[in-house]
Protein backbone atom coordinates (compact mmCIF):
# COMPACT_ATOMS: atom_id res chain seq x y z
CA UNK A 1 0.00 0.00 0.00
CA UNK A 2 2.83 2.02 0.72
CA UNK A 3 4.23 2.22 -2.56
CA UNK A 4 0.93 2.85 -4.03
CA UNK A 5 -0.32 5.95 -2.07
CA UNK A 6 0.69 8.19 -5.13
CA UNK A 7 -1.39 6.15 -7.75
CA UNK A 8 -3.97 5.53 -5.16
CA UNK A 9 -4.72 9.21 -3.92
CA UNK A 10 -3.75 11.05 -7.40
CA UNK A 11 -7.25 12.19 -7.48
CA UNK A 12 -6.47 14.49 -4.65
CA UNK A 13 -4.47 16.98 -6.60
CA UNK A 14 -7.67 17.74 -8.63
CA UNK A 15 -9.96 20.69 -7.19
CA UNK A 16 -12.15 20.04 -4.18
CA UNK A 17 -15.69 20.15 -6.51
CA UNK A 18 -13.82 17.30 -8.62
CA UNK A 19 -13.14 14.76 -6.08
CA UNK A 20 -16.10 13.72 -5.50
CA UNK A 21 -17.04 12.73 -9.20
CA UNK A 22 -13.21 11.43 -10.08
CA UNK A 23 -13.66 8.49 -7.46
CA UNK A 24 -17.05 7.36 -8.47
CA UNK A 25 -17.93 4.67 -10.45
CA UNK A 26 -21.56 5.85 -10.88
CA UNK A 27 -20.50 6.84 -14.67
CA UNK A 28 -19.11 3.76 -15.49
CA UNK A 29 -21.95 1.98 -13.59
CA UNK A 30 -24.77 3.62 -15.21
CA UNK A 31 -23.05 3.07 -18.69
CA UNK A 32 -22.77 -0.27 -18.36
CA UNK A 33 -26.07 -0.56 -17.23
CA UNK A 34 -27.41 1.39 -20.10
CA UNK A 35 -25.78 -1.51 -22.38
CA UNK A 36 -26.81 -4.38 -21.13
CA UNK A 37 -30.24 -3.10 -20.62
CA UNK A 38 -30.50 -2.24 -24.30
CA UNK A 39 -28.58 -5.46 -25.60
CA UNK A 40 -30.82 -7.41 -23.35
CA UNK A 41 -34.10 -6.10 -25.42
CA UNK A 42 -32.16 -7.63 -28.69
CA UNK A 43 -31.34 -10.38 -27.23
CA UNK A 44 -29.51 -12.57 -30.15
CA UNK A 45 -27.54 -10.83 -32.42
CA UNK A 46 -27.16 -12.11 -35.99
CA UNK A 47 -23.24 -11.61 -35.53
CA UNK A 48 -20.30 -9.50 -33.97
CA UNK A 49 -20.47 -6.67 -36.40
CA UNK A 50 -24.55 -5.83 -34.95
CA UNK A 51 -22.63 -6.31 -31.16
CA UNK A 52 -20.10 -3.38 -32.51
CA UNK A 53 -22.75 -1.19 -33.74
CA UNK A 54 -25.09 -1.21 -31.17
CA UNK A 55 -22.42 -0.77 -28.40
CA UNK A 56 -20.92 1.91 -30.66
CA UNK A 57 -24.28 3.55 -30.84
CA UNK A 58 -24.97 3.72 -27.54
CA UNK A 59 -21.19 5.19 -26.27
CA UNK A 60 -21.39 7.92 -29.01
CA UNK A 61 -24.84 8.46 -27.24
CA UNK A 62 -24.03 8.84 -23.96
CA UNK A 63 -20.66 10.67 -24.99
CA UNK A 64 -22.93 13.34 -26.32
CA UNK A 65 -25.02 13.32 -23.43
CA UNK A 66 -22.06 13.31 -20.94
CA UNK A 67 -20.85 16.59 -23.16
CA UNK A 68 -23.87 18.79 -22.64
CA UNK A 69 -24.31 17.76 -19.21
CA UNK A 70 -23.96 20.91 -16.76
CA UNK A 71 -24.27 19.69 -13.46
CA UNK A 72 -23.83 15.49 -12.86
CA UNK A 73 -20.70 14.98 -14.19
CA UNK A 74 -17.76 17.40 -14.79
CA UNK A 75 -17.78 19.84 -17.59
CA UNK A 76 -15.28 21.11 -20.10
CA UNK A 77 -15.71 24.57 -18.29
CA UNK A 78 -14.91 23.01 -14.91
CA UNK A 79 -11.86 21.44 -16.30
CA UNK A 80 -10.80 23.89 -18.81
CA UNK A 81 -8.44 25.72 -15.85
CA UNK A 82 -6.53 22.66 -15.19
CA UNK A 83 -5.22 22.75 -18.81
CA UNK A 84 -3.16 24.18 -21.21
CA UNK A 85 -4.47 22.80 -23.89
CA UNK A 86 -6.49 25.10 -26.21
CA UNK A 87 -9.43 22.32 -27.46
CA UNK A 88 -10.24 21.54 -24.04
CA UNK A 89 -10.94 25.32 -23.37
CA UNK A 90 -13.82 24.96 -25.79
CA UNK A 91 -17.32 25.00 -25.05
CA UNK A 92 -18.88 21.51 -24.88
CA UNK A 93 -22.39 23.34 -26.12
CA UNK A 94 -22.51 25.75 -29.80
CA UNK A 95 -22.65 29.38 -28.56
CA UNK A 96 -22.54 28.42 -25.13
Same mark, same amino acid.
Not at 14 to 31: D, M, W
Not at 48 to 55: F, G, K, M, N
Not at 57 to 65: G, S
Given at each position: ??DAETDV ?18 ? +?? =? @?? %?? *????? &? ?9 ? +?? =? @?? %?? *????? &? ?33
Amino acid at each position: MDDAETDVLAYMTFPKEHRAKIYSNNP +IE =R @LN %GE *IKRRT &NVVGIFPNEAA +IT =R @LI %GA *ILMEQ &NDEWAVQRSRYMTLETMAPLSDNPIVMLSAVPGA
